[in-house]
Nanobody
Framework: QVQLVESGGGLVQPGGALRLSCSASGLTVSIYDMSWYRQAPAQERELVAT???????????KYTDSMTGRVTISRNNANKAVFLQMDSLKPEATAVYFC?????????WGQGTQVAVAS
């Protein structure tokens, strides 16, 4: 059974940083496209960042334009974990952050972790 469990969310002041973690079980993280999405109140879920393997077996990262430079996605294949480092956080980053895994027709979601950016 596949499970994605997010952690690391919480309340942080503007300008602060958080590191979100996604612990995966039941799948091989290295062959999946692993992503972080977020959903703010009354808004649609949106892609934040993706890490995937190239044909040369190297990790390739992609970021939503609005998040470029302020977030870094990484993964540890041995520990089956994916991370999202978020820096210089702004209040508009407040949302539930979801871990997402995709490999061909297989798609999995985590339950999400709440991030709140406020003074």
């Amino acid at each position: 059974q596949v499970q994605l469990v997010e952690s690391g969310g919480g309340l942080v002041q503007p300008g602060g940083a958080l590191r979100l973690s996604c612990s995966a079980s039941g799948l091989t993280v290295s062959i999946y496209d692993m992503s972080w999405y977020r959903q703010a109140p009354a808004q649609e879920r949106e892609l934040v960042a993706t890490i995937s393997m190239t044909g040369s077996f190297e990790d390739e990262t992609k970021y939503t334009d609005s998040m470029t430079g302020r977030v870094t996605i990484s993964r540890n294949n041995a520990n089956k974990a994916v991370f999202l480092q978020m820096d210089s956080l702004k209040p508009e980053a407040t949302a539930v952050y979801f871990c997402h895994a995709r490999h061909r027709q297989l798609v999995y979601w985590g339950q999400g972790t709440q991030v709140a950016v406020a003074s």
